[in-house]
């Protein structure tokens, strides 16, 4: 299976292409947002035009489109780009764009402010391919631009499976050094399954939680579900925390060098 087809069949089942399981996306898709707007608040660049590199459905450009003048939202799964739109429609200034690549966007060299990437620069499996993305980065930011990465970042190497790469930190380092970027700041990240946070665990054992996730198949538990997880989330922010050496996941916040 190509690597589109891959992640349309994700956007199909699941109607996104985060979490499969419904009861960890509710929360960890909140968590990233909030997370990163928080962030975001901290950088000093301009705000006009940002890119949502791997939008999947669209949550992140909806969240930068509050902020930037202008987002371009692509992603090579056109099936999740029908839904990112789909669910925007009525927000105007975010470009939903699909395609093999993101170079064949039309962008003009030196005009993007920001550049995200949420669990997408771990996806190319191809080495030359993440450092033609970097190189492609590098030219379309402006000087002051800053592209923020929320990746796997394992102290240790780890396997990679058939579709995420697992580079270390130090890797990840040397890859964007390699292509005219600096780690500008850092942040740990929590992960659901292998590197929790309490306000997660308390979310999981609240009793309709445990209920609601017997029946996460059906459409009916979703909602409340993301009640519940929007509670948890707003009320913590121990999901994220300023950078240590061993955070299984990392918010990377780089500059040019
Ligand atoms: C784990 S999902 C994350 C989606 C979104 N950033 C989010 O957090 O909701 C990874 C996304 O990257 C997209 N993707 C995979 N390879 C890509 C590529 N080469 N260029 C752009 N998007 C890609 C997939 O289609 C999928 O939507």
């Not at 056109?78 to 993101?102: P, R, W, Y």
């Not at 780690?183 to 939680?209: H, Q, W």
Request: hydrophobic share 40%.
């Amino acid at each position: 299976m190509s690597n589109s087809e891959f992640w349309n069949k994700r956007a199909l089942t699941f109607g996104h292409t985060g979490w499969a399981n419904y009861s960890i996306y509710a929360f960890d898709q909140l968590a990233r947002l909030k997370a990163l707007e928080s962030i975001l608040t901290k950088l000093t660049i301009e705000s006009g035009l940002a890119l949502d590199f791997g939008t999947g459905s669209g949550d992140f450009a909806r969240m930068l489109s509050k902020t930037f003048e202008k987002v371009i939202a692509f992603d090579t799964s056109e099936e999740v780009i029908a839904i990112g739109k789909n669910q925007s429609g009525h927000i105007l200034n975010i470009q939903f764009c699909t395609g093999s690549s993101v170079m064949d966007v039309e962008i003009s060299d030196s005009s993007l402010d920001l550049i995200l990437s949420v669990t997408v620069l771990g996806h190319l499996m191809d080495d030359n391919l993440l450092h033609s993305h970097l190189q492609f980065f590098k030219n379309k930011l402006t000087n002051n631009g800053q592209i923020i990465a929320l990746e796997y970042t394992p102290p240790n190497k780890i396997p990679q499976s058939e579709y995420q790469k697992f580079l270390t930190f130090s890797e990840w380092q040397d890859a964007f050094s390699e292509n005219g970027f600096i780690l500008d700041d850092c942040y740990g990240f929590y992960s659901p399954t292998e590197a929790s946070c309490n306000s997660y665990d308390k979310y999981r054992g609240y009793l309709i939680v445990k209920i609601l996730r017997i029946f996460q198949r059906f459409e009916w538990p979703r909602n409340k579900l993301a009640i519940v997880a929007k509670k948890s989330v707003n009320d913590n922010d121990d999901y994220f925390w300023p950078n240590e050496s061993n955070d299984l996941l990392k918010i990377m916040v780089y500059k040019k060098s």
